[in-house]
């Protein structure tokens, strides 16, 4: 089975900081240590309002890093004009709430087809590997394909949300649901990827499924490397997950 990549999300380096104002801690910083540590690429997610990850980051991490940046944005005009500029690596759609605390659901590609369509199509022609991030069902991954997009990626939110929760009945039915929606994706042609939420407790099984190429992975590995810092908290995430591969 190919290798599976580890994208390192780095936004919430961003919140602390941001927490107090001023420059520290670095989220730029934090993406060389993880770059330096084997991440496979960094995330960054520019919200509308700015919350974590900022403009002056973004250019910073495009003149920085010497991995992909997936550039995770929202459907909107100041986003893809903010893209279109950088021409990251990747960009990954997104939904986006103002209200909401983090990305609570897959973005509805079935009822807005022709929207996205539209509004993925410069991305793609600027040479960006377009994602779009969104929960596994059959009309949402059927619609992804038929819009152009190369990548999906997966929400693993409901399985690791359920699995916090001790709901292991409804934690299986998410992971069946990842499982046969990451074969459907991939036999259509599209990359798998997924992510959010996930954990030391929750990679493995997601890890384990041979069409997903990548993981992206931030609010647990940023809050572990408190404890162990980022190196050794990315080095037993890569474990588990080349663990899971090999089994
Ligand atoms: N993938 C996508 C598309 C996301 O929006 C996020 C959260 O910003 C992640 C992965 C990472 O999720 P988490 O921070 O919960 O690991």
Redesign the pocket.
């Known amino acids: 089975m190919s290798k599976l990549r580890l994208g390192v999300?780095i936004?919430?380096v961003a919140t602390v900081r941001n927490a107090r104002g001023g420059d520290t801690p670095d989220p730029v910083r934090a993406a060389k240590l993880a770059e330096d540590a084997g991440a496979d690429g960094i995330?960054a997610?520019l919200r509308e309002d700015r919350r974590h990850i900022g403009d002056a980051d973004i250019d910073a991490l495009m003149e920085a890093l010497t991995v992909p940046l997936n550039f995770?944005m929202a459907a909107t005009d100041e986003m893809q004009k903010i893209a279109l500029r950088h021409k990251p690596h990747a960009v990954?759609i997104?939904p986006e709430k103002r209200e909401e605390r983090?990305?609570e659901g897959g973005l509805e590609v079935a009822r807005e087809e022709n929207q996205l369509a539209h509004f993925i199509a410069p991305l793609r022609d600027a040479g960006c590997r377009v994602s779009i991030?969104i929960a596994a069902d059959q009309r949402q991954i059927e619609a992804a394909h038929r819009i152009g997009a190369q990548v999906i990626?997966l929400?693993t939110?409901a399985y690791c949300d359920a699995h916090a929760e001790g709901d292991f009945k409804t934690r299986d039915i998410e992971l069946e649901k990842m499982r046969d929606m990451a074969a459907l994706a991939h036999s259509l042609g599209l990359e798998v990827h997924a992510?959010?939420?996930?954990t030391y407790d929750t990679v493995k099984p997601v890890a384990a499924f041979p069409e997903v190429m990548e993981l992206?992975?931030?609010?647990?590995?940023?809050g572990e490397s408190i404890f162990r810092g980022l190196q050794p908290a990315m080095a037993e995430m890569r474990r588990l997950m080349d663990e899971a591969r090999e089994a």
């Not at 992510?195 to 996930?198: A, D, N, R, T």
């Not at 992206?216 to 940023?222: D, V």
């Open positions: 999300n936004d919430h995330t997610h995770e990954c997104v983090t990305t991030f990626e929400h939110g992510g959010h939420g996930l992206n992975i931030g609010h647990f590995l940023i």
